[in-house]
Nanobody
């Protein structure tokens, strides 16, 4: 198993930016596809973005395309989610997840999760 720890969340005004980080330990980070999900109060956890092992392939939810950028630095065992032009509807707990088998958009396909970091966007 790989252990994941997110950071970088906080309170930001609409239109602002945040950069989330996800530090991995315990296993070779570069063996894992990495994804970000989010969960708003009272709602299901949903896919945000994913990046392949080497960082060459990315995929985004339609709701964040053009505003969020996923990246990774395997030398630092760290993944990132740069969030720009934030909207109040982006408010949620953001989780990073890692999978050996591919960048699925379904939470059930991930065995490795971080504890989450809260992002709150005020209007």
């Amino acid at each position: 198993q790989v252990q994941l720890v997110e950071s970088g969340g906080g309170l930001v005004q609409a239109g602002g930016s945040l950069r989330l980080s996800c530090v991995a330990s315990g296993r070779t980070f570069s063996h894992y596809h990495m994804s970000w999900f989010r969960q708003a109060p009272g709602k299901e956890r949903v896919f945000v973005a994913t990046i392949s092992r080497g960082g060459l392939t990315t995929n985004y939810a339609d709701s964040v395309k053009g505003r969020f950028t996923i990246s990774r630095d395997n030398a630092k065992n760290t993944g990132y989610l740069q969030m720009n032009s934030l909207k109040p509807e982006d408010t949620a707990v953001y989780y990073c997840a890692a999978s050996l088998s591919g960048g699925s958009s379904y939470p059930r396909d991930y065995a490795n999760w971080g504890q989450g970091t809260q992002v709150t966007v005020s209007s």
